[in-house]
Every structure is written in structure tokens, then in C-alpha cells.
């Protein structure tokens, strides 16, 4: 291992020790490592297991829930030096990548060859194909295109003992044994650590061609989500804020933004048709009560709306300390979560800004607070915990594309059950029976 | 249970032997089990564990690698009375379904909502949606739609001991855990046994509209399917019979196609642009060297097309005795896989018939042979292995949708290398640590 590949400077190492998330512990590090070869990270697992040191895999540490924070004495595997686009295949349309190689690098690679990598998280101009396999990320255009585990094919991964394992295939379709690949994607770091990954691309979309729609209320907005799927409509985007965050974006970047709705409804389309499916959808959306219904005038302005979504967390954390939930739903379920959420913010006497994948139901409620108050500290992480007992209440899920990390740990026991979860663990135990990767994440 | 759930008559167990695979030992079973219920599946679980019984479980036998075949003295655990299709949900474009229920059922089901539920095997119209699962069956339409593994969202299955567990989920995304619902899918039964499944279905397509191209070679027509998808048009079908897939198809049912092209490809598109698609795809075949290529008038026509196109394996079973083949490779390979297999047939003095979803690069050698005559069975056997082994070379699978089964056990190792093969004994083991669910299969 090369000397400039190793880290021990206290400054460094503190650097390193968590991703995103908030209010999620992280330990001391003994050193950050920052592997170049396959053959360097090898090494590093063969040494962990020999002196039975914890590894924490890290992408770009833009993580939401506390999966790549560091554990005290553990070995940082730093995989962002690892960023080679390897191949680029239009024929085949795959792409060859190494984990450290930034979402957008590859969007941008794969446009090279009007070719598209979907998967596009809030923070894909900084996260890692690495990262976001560990946490099987999402983003907005998941309604259409789907999230990671529709894209990866196939992986090299380093197992805890530094054995090289191959899984998948470059092929389009194969069955071959079972899907090793599919469960290492969303897997966080606890299984084996991604050395290289085989990802599917698709023909670039068209421009979007997007409208904005403002509702009376999130209940109706859902309604108008609910009556567009219903109708057997394929948007490329739909996306709900409410008016928190529209104000709160608003603040941030001056977007216009209409401030006196409640819901504010984004629904875009790329295919052939889309004038003539945005135009359907405004008819839907005007029958499920919204008071304004706005079509862009083109591709630009539909592209600026998407902006003004894409800015809606950032523009929340600037309101206060935030804690940011990920609950999905089933989208029939949509409204009624929106209207828990209110319920809670109105009781726990909080203000919690809500934006939300509205085609998948997958809400992103966002708990804002002052973190100099202890007891609205406490009265956020109870909000917080309330939303993802109203989120399961309601047959969803405690995590749609955020992963569980450390933030999450005691709500995967209660949404697998027993049996699911003692399964879970004998396969962790299969595949690092020291339990040296990731210790104390996910499950 | 009850007694009419239980056969044990000689001639009901022999009926239950085996699924379509030819070229497969089959055990002689002790009993076939019928259940009815949930509870029942987990009742017959339970005592094959305390008698330490193989249970193999079957959905309507139309596999065609021997994964379904009884062992000697084991439960056939037949799901097809669990057929009832529990809900179809438009709004969130999910159907809940016991294993049991025939694919092209749930396909009706959905259409009766404007959806569908595209995975389509060409055993479509009897195969059971537990089976796909099982095999993570493909199809014509996957070019564009995808596979089975696609569109399982959540199962509830049986474990060996007779547990019941729950994976997955109804919402449209969530990574809580490790997806073991996409470990399940194409586990061949050997993991645990399906009794429920939620499944995504989509909007229904509109009608395809296809062209034929007729090719002077399978190169030429190979080289037709890279320059499409390489032009990053997205075919509903592209689909190439070659010479002995045309006369076979013509001599059953009088289709009128071109017996005298070496080659002939079938591509269509269901999107509103389909005419245009359709018109530079003809562009390309001609520049590929097209002899011909011929649209369909309408949808009709073209539906006629496919119809032709599912007769291929049939047809080519009056030919002779048959091994199906389902070697996948990179597309752009798959004009080198086509050769090599000519070569084989050549050099075998066999024929070899190729049916190949030519956008999946997923081809179906058909060795021809006569089964009465030892050595061309021998050597039928050889071509069989080494079209595997030139799939292998080329960077393929040993199966694209079939699954390994009997027939391909010893491939299914030399394609996952030892340590693959490792972890997916080990994961057994975790499943089956007694190894009674359909043992001998897959692994």
C-alpha cells in the first residue's frame, strides 16, 4: 500500500467520519485508506481480517443516514480514487465503472453516447455509483426510469476475507444461480465492498416538458397523483412540494415559486406525446381541485422548475437543524400520509416541510428544529419516529431510497419482523462472518 | 389435509414426474400434494422436515431445464390449485397473486384495468406466474420490458421448516434490508416455496406495429440488431429465425414466410412514433444488407408476425427430438455466436435450428436429432455442451431465462467460478440446512 494511500492525521481522519445524516454517532477512526487497485483493497480486507479491525466503506459521504459514518478503531475504505469510467458500450449499453466514479461523470460519459445513466439522487453532482449502490438510491426520475437495482448488472466486490467475487453478467437478461447482485445492491457496505460494477444505460430522454399545478390542499394533490396513474400515464417526473418548502426554496434562490398554495404538483413528460399527456394530466389535476395550473412555456422553463425541486432540501436545511425522513407509501396512501405528517407537525408544535416523490410515495418529510432546545429536540425525534410508525401504518416503508444506516436500525427490525430479519443475518454472517464490514449498520 | 388434496395413485405421480426439458433423469415421487391454502403448504413443510422428505415444488411444468422433475421418494408440491389472482390495483399498478395463477390469466386480469404485466414466455398461455418467478422466466417483449425479476415486488413464501416469511414490498420503491426478494426470484424452488406474490404491472402498451427483414446471412442480420440499438431506438420485439426456424414454422402453419432467406428479423414498436421507428429501422436492415423488408400493413399484420415468431419452438419439436439451448450473450456478439453455432451443426452433421429475442442477444439453438440412432444422440449432447461453452467464450450466460435446473448444473459451476458457487451453497444452506427443497436442482 502506498505511502500517500493512507491516512493517520487526526484532521484527516476526523474528516472523515460521517456522511450526512444528523444526529447519528460517529466513532474515531484508526486510519482512512484510499485504495487505487483492486488488488490495494484486497489487502486492506485480508489485513482487517487477520487482525479482526471493523471496515467502513465510503463513497462521497453524501449519505442521509448515517451508513458510512466511522466506528471507533475501524479501517475508513475511502473508495473515491477508484473513479475510472472503464467503458462506455452503446451497442450493448452498459457501462464498465469503478465505485468511485462520480453519478454525474457517468450521466455525463453516457450523454457522450446519447445514452442516459437514470438514477439521479438529489445529490448526484457529488455522490458515487458506490454509494449509491450501497444504499440502492433513487431520485426523480425513479417514477419512469426506476432506481440502482434496475441498473446493475453486474459487480466485482472484495469479500471481508480479500477474496475477489464476481456476480451478474454484461448480458441483457440471465438466470444463472442466484441473484448475488441484486443483493448486494442497497446491501450498505455490510456484505462486501464494490470494487467495480457492470451498470445498464438506456437511449437519452428527450427534454422534459414539465407543468406546475397548485392545489388547496395536499389531500387533493394526491388525489390528482392518484387520477394520473390511474389513467395509465408514464410521467418522467412528479414531484410535490408543500409550502414549506416552496417558500423555503423561494428564500433560497428567488424562484418564483407560487407561495400561497399548500401543495405545489410538478409532473413533466419526455416522451413524443408530451404536449398532448401534459395537457391531459392539467384536466386531471384541474378535476382534483387545483386552483392553478400552469404548463411551461418550453424545455428551459420546464428545467427551471425541476431546479427549483432540486434545491428543495438544501433550501430546508437553511431554516433550522433538520432531520430528513424517507418514508414511502403506497401511492394510493399518499394523502392520507400528508395528512398524518400535518397532524404531527400540528401537535408536536414543529414545523416539518414535506416534499415527495409523489408517483412512487415516497415522501421526504423534513423535521426542522432548534437544536439549542432540548426539548424540541426531543419533540423532533419523536416526530420523526411517529412519521415512520404512520408511514408502516400505512403498508409503506421506513426507507424508500435512503438506506437504514445508523439512523434507522431499531425501525428495519420492526418493518421485516423476526423471521425476515434472523434470514438477514445469517446471510450477513454468510458473507463476513467476523463481522468486520460496516459493524452496527443496517441491520 | 385433505384427502383430495393428496394423490398417491401410480399413474397421477407419473404424470407429475417431469416439466419439458428433454435429456432430464426424473425421480419416481412418493406422493403429489395439491394444497389449497397457506396453511397447508406450511403443514406439508413441516412434516417433510421432521421425516427429512425433498419437496419439489412445480407450477405447470413447462420448464425446460428438468428443474421441476421429482426425485426419488420427495412431495411434488403442485401450486396449481393456489390460482386465485387476490387484487389488481390500477393506482398503484400492482397485482397480488397466489403462485398458481396462469401468466396469460393475470395478463387479462390486468388488461380488464388498461394494464399489463409484460414478462411473456412462450408458454405464455399455461405457465403459472410461480414457475416465472421461480425460473425468472424472460420473454419476447423483455427487449423492452424487462423480466420477471422486474416486476416481483414482495413475496410471501414458505420456508423449508415450514415458516412463513415476507419480503419485499407494495410500494414502488424501498431498500429496508437486503432484497431477498430478488434472491428468491429464479431460485428454481430451491430456497423456499412461493404462496403469494405481489407484482408490478404497467400500462398497457398500445398495439405493436412490426416489419419483417430478410437477410442474406445471420451475420448481416446480427450486425442490423447493433446498428438499431445502437441508434438508440427501444423495439417493443426484435426477434431473428434463422433458415431451419422459417421451413419449420411454414411446414406447422402455413405462415407464408420467406423460405428462402438465411435470416429473417422481426422488430416493432409500440410508442406513439412507431411508424417513424419503424421506418428507419428499415433504413438500417438495408444498409446492413437487407434483401428484403416488408412492414406490416397494420396491427393485425403484425401481430401475425409474432404469432409466427411463438410457433418457432413448437414447429421445430416435428422435426425431430430437440434440445433447447438458452445461451445469452452480449448483443454485439451475437452475430459471432450465430456463426459458431453454424459451425457446430456443420461439423456435427447436426441441425441446429437458432431462435434468438435477437435484442437480448438471448439465442435458442434447437439441436435437431434423432433419438433412436446413439451416436447422433451423442453427438446432439456435444453440440449442446459446446454451444454453451462458445456462449461462455463470448462473454454470455449458460441461460438468459430458463434457468440451470438438471440440465445445466455442471455449467452453472464453471460459469460462477468457485467462489460464487461457494456463497450460493452457503445461502442454501441458510434457506434448506437440511436440503430438502428440490434438491439436485440449480446448484
Known amino acids: 500500500m502506498p505511502k500517500e494511500a493512507v491516512a493517520v492525521d487526526p484532521d484527516v481522519v476526523a474528516a472523515y467520519a460521517h456522511d450526512m445524516a444528523g444526529f447519528c454517532e460517529a466513532g474515531v477512526a484508526a486510519v482512512v485508506v484510499f485504495p487505487e487497485t483492486v488488488e490495494q483493497v484486497q489487502h486492506v480486507l485480508r489485513t482487517a481480517t487477520e487482525l479482526r479491525v471493523p471496515v467502513v466503506p465510503q463513497g462521497a459521504r453524501t449519505g442521509l443516514s448515517g451508513g458510512a459514518n466511522a466506528v471507533d478503531g475501524c479501517i475508513v475504505l475511502s473508495m473515491v480514487k477508484m473513479n475510472r469510467i472503464l467503458e462506455v458500450d452503446p451497442v450493448n449499453r452498459i457501462a464498465v465503472v469503478q465505485p468511485g466514479v462520480v453519478n454525474a461523470e457517468l ?61 451478474g453478467r454484461r448480458t441483457a437478461k440471465g438466470v444463472a444461480g442466484y441473484d448475488l447482485t441484486r443483493l448486494l445492491v442497497g446491501s450498505e457496505g455490510t456484505l462486501a465492498v464494490v470494487v467495480e460494477a457492470v451498470v445498464a444505460l438506456r437511449p437519452a430522454p428527450a427534454p422534459q416538458l414539465a407543468l406546475a399545478a397548485e392545489f388547496p390542499s395536499t389531500a387533493s394533490a394526491s388525489e390528482a397523483v392518484c387520477a394520473v396513474m390511474a389513467s395509465g400515464h408514464v410521467p418522467s417526473l412528479m414531484e410535490l412540494m408543500d409550502t414549506t418548502t416552496v417558500r423555503a ?30 395537457a391531459a394530466v392539467a384536466e386531471l389535476c384541474r378535476a382534483a381541485g387545483a386552483s392553478e395550473v400552469v404548463p411551461a412555456e418550453d424545455e428551459a422553463e420546464s428545467d427551471l422548475l425541476l431546479q427549483a425541486r432540486r434545491l428543495s432540501l438544501p433550501a430546508m436545511e437553511r431554516l433550522g437543524t433538520t432531520m430528513i425522513d424517507d418514508v414511502a407509501v403506497p401511492r394510493s396512501r399518499l394523502g392520507a400520509m400528508l395528512d398524518g405528517v400535518e397532524e ?29 432546545d432540548p426539548d424540541e429536540v426531543a419533540r423532533a425525534k419523536e416526530s420523526f419516529d411517529e412519521i415512520m410508525e404512520l408511514g408502516l ?9 435512503h438506506g437504514i444506516g445508523l439512523l434507522k436500525r431499531e425501525w428495519l427490525a420492526r418493518e421485516l419482523g423476526p423471521v425476515a430479519l434472523g434470514l438477514q443475518r445469517q446471510i450477513k454472517a454468510v458473507f463476513d462472518p467476523l463481522g468486520i464490514l460496516n459493524p452496527g449498520k443496517a441491520l
Open 393 to 401: 401504518s400505512l403498508g409503506g416503508t421506513v426507507t424508500g431510497e
Open 249 to 278: 426554496v423561494n428564500a433560497m434562490a428567488r424562484m418564483g415559486l407560487p407561495e400561497e398554495t399548500r401543495a405545489l404538483l410538478l409532473v413533466a413528460f419526455d416522451g413524443p406525446a408530451k404536449e398532448a399527456e401534459l
Open 107 to 167: 450521466s455525463r460519459a453516457a450523454a457522450g453516447h446519447g445514452l442516459a445513466y437514470p438514477p439521479d439522487p438529489s445529490s448526484w453532482e457529488s455522490c458515487t455509483i458506490g454509494g449509491n449502490i450501497g444504499t440502492g438510491a433513487g431520485g426523480l426520475c425513479c417514477v419512469k426510469y426506476g432506481v440502482t437495482s434496475e441498473y446493475v448488472l453486474g459487480l466485482d466486490v472484495v469479500l471481508a476475507d480479500g477474496r475477489l467475487l464476481s456476480t
Open 344 to 372: 404531527i407537525a400540528a401537535r408536536q408544535r414543529l414545523t416539518i416541510g414535506v416534499v415527495s416523490h409523489a408517483g412512487d410515495g415516497n415522501t421526504h418529510p423534513v423535521v426542522i428544529f432548534d437544536a439549542a
